[in-house]
């Protein structure tokens, strides 16, 4: 099962330090207690919110820690595309796996797989034993769909004010946190749906 799905910076941006990330959307699924210590059941839920906060800005400073360690070991200058070439920027955007260790943010032991665009990464946070190859696929898909349609490579991005577009498409693509195995028949009536929703 997938834990969260996490949009966030992974370069320096506006007001932000050199180490620091913006965590611009951010989705968790699923029950809460596998996530929670028994400390943290006892919070109200105000400061459980303020905790699974502070969680995914963990995820997204070690994500962020280790696209800037891709690369910079890959050497590749990062080339600013233009609103249009959204599949272009997919095709050459940093991946790789973080394996969270547990309590470092989790009480679990978790992997985060991310994708670098440009300065904005995306993130999946899934459980040890989830089929890593098929949330790579998915995640690759839900950053195509985020790209195209919230047009997010230009200036002034959109994603905060129409977090109920990344909302919809989540439920489409990973509903309930669950990965899909999808068959080329199932995959096109479900690109033709989100393409139907995301047009109004």
């Known amino acids: 099962m997938v834990r969260c799905f996490l949009i966030h910076t992974v370069c320096p ?12 959307y951010s989705r968790v699924f699923g029950p809460d207690e596998g996530v929670w210590t028994d400390q943290d059941r006892e919070l109200s839920p105000q400061e459980r919110r303020l905790l ?3 969680k995914t800005t963990a995820v997204a400073r070690q994500v962020r820690s280790a696209v800037s360690l891709s690369r910079e070991a890959s050497g590749r200058m990062l080339v600013e595309t233009v609103p249009g070439e959204e599949a272009l920027a997919l095709q050459e955007a940093d991946g790789g796996v973080v394996r969270l260790r547990a309590g470092d943010p989790f009480s679990e032991e ?51 004010l129409r977090s109920n577009r990344v909302d ?21 009536s479900l690109e033709k749906e989100v393409a139907s929703y995301l047009a109004k």
């Open 13 to 24: 941006v506006g007001a932000l330090g050199s180490g620091e990330s913006r965590v611009l």
């Open 52 to 54: 699974q906060k502070e």
């Open 110 to 160: 978790m992997s985060a797989l991310w994708l670098g665009v440009q300065s904005l990464g995306f993130t999946l946070v899934c459980e040890p034993h989830e089929n890593l190859l098929l949330a790579e696929g998915t995640l690759r898909n839900l950053t195509r769909h985020c790209l195209e349609t919230l047009h997010m490579l230009g200036q002034g991005s959109e994603v905060l």
């Open 168 to 188: 919809a498409l989540l439920s489409r693509l990973l509903p309930h946190g669950q990965l899909l195995f999808l068959n080329h028949r199932f995959a096109q």
